[in-house]
């Protein structure tokens, strides 16, 4: 398949702009505006509060409180960790075992944590870069001129030359042809959530970036049971800007993101880019509630994965696998019956 028939196909399972606006995904009114835009996601805790109030509801145990106090006043949270599933007609804790409703939680906390940032970071979000001209290597197949040593891998001349954040640019591969996997590790911090890690990955699989990011907000709680954060990790992680700056490197506006739920991750990332293949959106359940990437990858790639955690290059490796194995399937459809209904009108 050549680098335009591969755009070509994964263009075909990208989300329509209004699906996502309307799954969360946030949005500039117009090219002049300087505060993001969002919908209310049904699905989802994470939403946007007025500056002024600090009420906030514990995504864990689900109790009210004041998140000026989180530190000064703690107040105990105790919950559930993992979901319940249904046995038998009941529904039981999967982390205990124990029957929903009868028990306030198996762990619990010093501090309640929450998804629920101010609206004043809605002014902090960013557009992924337009194309600089026609022959923006972010958007075009790039030629292979040279050999950097340092990655031990064919390179361009982009990757020769020093980045914007200092430090040598990282191989942008030849034929990676903008698509790319992108999936955030996420901390809970007194703002809410917060981005902890950022993993890219290519679309033969190659890690164009894995960093760690130093929250902006105290940590209230790392999450590391499912995050994989440990608070050494941080300590000498990029900025947000740092991490934007590098990312911009890889991708612009026209570049296919490829993830699981991505509208979380742009958020914490404080971007907006709607050139999306999201795997959650693509498939739903019989309540039109999003499946786990750990059962998405289990059903199609027959492959086990988050095992005792996340990691964010294993969950961006899964979904482009994911989304390649519904393009080779989708490319087969057509040889076979070009009649044949589209796979993105099956959702």
């Known amino acids: 398949m050549s680098p335009q028939?591969?755009?070509?196909?994964?263009?075909?399972?990208?989300?329509?702009?209004?699906?996502?606006?309307n799954n969360g995904y946030l949005y500039?009114?117009?090219?002049?505006?300087?505060?993001?835009?969002?919908?209310?996601?049904?699905?989802?805790?994470?939403?946007?509060?007025?500056?002024?109030?600090?009420?906030?509801?514990?995504?864990?145990c689900s109790r009210l409180f004041n998140r000026k106090s989180t530190f000064t006043r703690p107040n105990l949270c105790q919950y559930h960790p993992l979901k319940t599933e249904l046995i038998n007609g009941l529904r039981y804790h999967k982390c205990c075992s124990r029957r929903a409703g009868t028990s306030k939680g198996c762990q619990s906390h010093s501090f309640h944590v929450h998804q629920q940032p101010?609206?004043?970071?809605?002014?902090?979000?960013?557009?992924t870069p337009r194309p600089v001209s026609e022959s923006d290597y972010r958007s075009n197949k790039v030629n292979i001129i040279s050999y950097d040593d340092r990655c031990h891998r064919w390179a361009s001349v982009w990757q020769i030359t020093e980045s914007i954040t200092g430090v040598?640019?990282?191989?942008?591969?030849?034929?990676?042809?903008?698509?790319?996997?992108?999936?955030?590790e996420m901390i809970h911090t007194e703002n809410g959530l917060e981005a902890a890690r950022i993993s890219l990955v290519d679309a033969k699989y190659r890690i164009m970036i894995d960093e760690f990011i130093k929250p902006e907000g105290k940590i209230v709680h790392l999450n590391t049971q499912f995050s994989g954060i440990e608070m050494d990790h941080l300590e000498h992680g990029k900025t947000l800007r740092q991490i934007h700056r590098l990312l911009f490197q890889y991708i612009n506006h026209s570049s296919i993101l490829i993830g699981h739920g991505l509208s979380n991750d742009l958020k914490v990332l404080h971007l907006i880019h709607f050139n999306v293949i999201d795997t959650g959106l693509l498939f739903e359940d019989e309540n039109g509630k999003m499946f786990s990437?750990?059962?998405?990858?289990?059903?199609?790639?027959?492959?086990d994965i988050q095992h005792g955690g996340h990691d964010s290059i294993e969950d961006a490796t899964a979904t482009l696998k994911i989304v390649e194995k519904l393009v080779h399937t989708d490319r087969m459809r057509s040889v076979s019956s070009p009649s044949s209904p589209d796979l993105l009108n099956s959702r």
């Open 5 to 21: 028939e591969m755009h070509d196909s994964y263009s075909r399972f990208i989300i329509p702009e209004e699906i996502l606006k």
């Open 168 to 184: 040598p640019v990282a191989c942008i591969s030849s034929d990676s042809f903008q698509i790319f996997g992108l999936d955030v």
């Open 118 to 127: 101010s609206e004043s970071v809605l002014k902090e979000f960013v557009e």
């Open 293 to 303: 990437l750990k059962k998405l990858a289990k059903h199609i790639l027959e492959e």
């Open 28 to 60: 500039f009114d117009n090219e002049t505006s300087n505060r993001a835009q969002y919908k209310r996601d049904k699905w989802s805790a994470y939403t946007f509060m007025p500056d002024t109030d600090s009420t906030r509801k514990c995504t864990r």
